[in-house]
């Protein structure tokens, strides 16, 4: 039973902070026409920390994150993505709400997902550094319930943050408040870009 405790609270405490996954699937919640429509951000977002999670427990992803060209990669790559996704956010209309269009299509929403997880340094670190490392305190089936307890938390989460979104879309009818969220999600998210930019010229 610790094993599942530790990485349920472990998990939360990563997950929690508003970081740009959080904003991207909190917002297609608010952004989508229905509930069902968010799924393919969801189960990307839950897919993505589902392999990252297994990954770190076996312990691959720390001797790959060492590597400085792969580390090079993801904040060049990652650096376009964000910058992409925050300029998409910030001049996103509230038409879209009203009229219940959808802003992003599933393919969109699974390539942005996809980006916003696993070209994401700050989740990778986490994952790897947090919940990787503490998972060398278990072996056998207490690593396997600690893994699943972290894995379970993800998808937990992201489920009822795009619930989250929907339940706030719904009160907003005229848009104001997904004008003013999208706002301030492009500019964390602006920032975060930055923040690569910047350790990406460390490898210059």
């Known amino acids: 039973m610790e094993p599942v405790i530790h990485g349920i609270i472990l998990a939360f405490g990563l997950i929690l902070p508003l970081g740009v996954q959080n904003v991207f699937l909190f917002n297609q919640g608010i952004i989508q026409k229905r509930f069902i429509h ?4 969801v189960i990307t977002a839950g897919m993505a920390d589902t392999i990252m999670i297994s990954i770190a427990v076996t312990g691959i ?8 060209w792969i580390q090079a990669v993801l904040y060049g790559v990652g650096f376009c993505f964000l910058a992409y996704i925050g300029w998409s ?13 959808e802003r992003f299509t599933s393919r969109k929403q699974i390539i942005f997902a996809a980006s916003v997880s696993l070209l994401n340094p700050h989740a990778i670190l986490d994952i790897v550094g947090v919940i990787g490392t503490s998972s060398l305190a278990y072996s056998g089936m207490e690593k396997w319930s600690y893994t699943i307890a972290c894995i379970v938390v993800s998808w937990v989460w992201f489920l009822g943050l795009a619930a989250a979104g929907r339940f706030i879309g719904q009160l907003d009818a005229q848009g104001k408040v997904l004008v ?24 210059l």
């Open 38 to 41: 968010t799924l393919p951000a």
């Open 61 to 68: 992803s720390v001797l790959v994150w060492s590597i400085p």
């Open 89 to 101: 956010l910030w001049i996103s209309a509230p038409e879209s709400v009203q009229s219940g269009e």
């Open 180 to 203: 003013v969220l999208n706002r301030i999600s492009a500019l964390l998210i602006w920032i975060m870009a930055i923040f690569m930019l910047i350790r990406l010229s460390n490898f």
